[in-house]
């Protein structure tokens, strides 16, 4: 099938799920950075001393969070362009 062949409610229905998925990456990427602001605030309270520790546990699932959002933001992007036309399908 080629790209002239959709119809407008094809080319619909590929935009609004290419949008779904940046919106759940710029979500993930949000609560990544949230969790690391959180890190750094609780590290630099200095009533919260005791612990330290948890701010390390807080960076690490802050980052991994960002890292794994942007895992799967392309896997699920590469699965759209596979989906729509075999691949490549850039407007």
Known sequence: MKREDLSLRDHLAIDRTRLANQRTLLAMLRTALYLILMSLTIWSLNILED???????????????????????????K?????????????
């Open 79 to 91: 699965r759209i362009d596979k989906s729509y036309l075999g691949g490549d399908y850039n407007e």
């Open 51 to 77: 612990l330290r520790w948890l701010s390390g546990i807080v960076m690490l699932a802050g980052l991994m969070t960002g890292v794994v959002g942007l895992i799967l933001w392309n896997a699920q992007k």
